[in-house]
């Protein structure tokens, strides 16, 4: 086991420490979401501050508690090939909690979200083509414009997700494909639409938490 990309070993019973300092669950579990806190041993793995999922586990962690030494397997979200994984322990990544999420870009595994579940888009909106313009002449003559909107926004829009089709390839194929997981919704307006989960765009299943983000979004905005 390395430490960081060096050659500097390290022991179970430091990992376990490690383990614990990161807030380690009680028990590892696939879903569960995670980030890096270091940078992978490997030149093409994540690096420190990604976020990812967990999408297997070893049979040690059916016994062992969530800070011990034990091996499961991740998927960073950047990735869009969804059959990548990366050979992880608990003294490199720490779990996201509840009040963490939305706030690292795609917080949300839309391969094993249930159906019918409601979630939030934490969406910039730009205004340029409904904004009106107001005139007025102040009392030195003056011609001023308002507009009543500003030129961007963030805004919190609510989805349901309705429909997952997942495709799957048997044996070989001699022309350029995609097998995508493509997804169906229901919007706030009652439409249903196709959705394709942008891995820069920030998702939650906590509307108070997406409206906290957009809140902070929009004063960013005010301030540049």
């Known amino acids: 086991m390395k430490r960081h990309s060096g050659s500097e070993t390290i022991g179970r019973r430091e990992q376990e420490r490690f383990g614990m300092m990161n807030n380690a669950p009680e028990k590892w579990q696939v879903g569960q979401r995670v980030m890096w806190i ?11 501050g990604e976020t990812g999922v967990v999408v297997e586990l070893s049979k040690e962690c059916e016994n062992r508690a969530g800070y011990e030494y034990q091996v499961f397997w991740c998927r960073p979200d950047s990735y869009r090939d969804k059959t990548a994984r990366f050979w992880t322990t608990p003294d490199n990544v720490r779990i996201i909690t509840e009040q963490e999420q939305g706030r690292f870009g795609t917080m949300i595994d839309f391969e094993t979200l249930p159906i019918d579940t409601v979630f939030y888009h934490v969406y910039k909106k730009c205004n340029s083509f ?9 009392e030195d003559g003056n011609t001023w414009h308002r507009y009543d909107k500003p030129a961007f926004e963030y805004v919190v829009l609510e989805y349901k997700l309705i429909g997952r089709l997942k495709k799957v390839l048997e044996g070989q194929w001699n022309t350029d494909y995609e097998l995508d997981t493509e997804y ?4 706030e307006s009652w439409r249903t639409e196709d959705f394709f989960p942008d891995e820069n765009a920030f998702y939650t299943l906590n509307r108070a938490e997406a409206e906290a983000i957009a809140e902070q979004k929009n004063k960013e905005l005010n301030d540049e």
């Open 130 to 138: 409904t904004k009106n313009r107001y005139t007025f002449v102040d």
């Open 184 to 187: 169906l919704i229901d919007t």
């Open 38 to 48: 270091r940078d992978s041993s490997d030149s093409w793995g994540p690096s420190a």
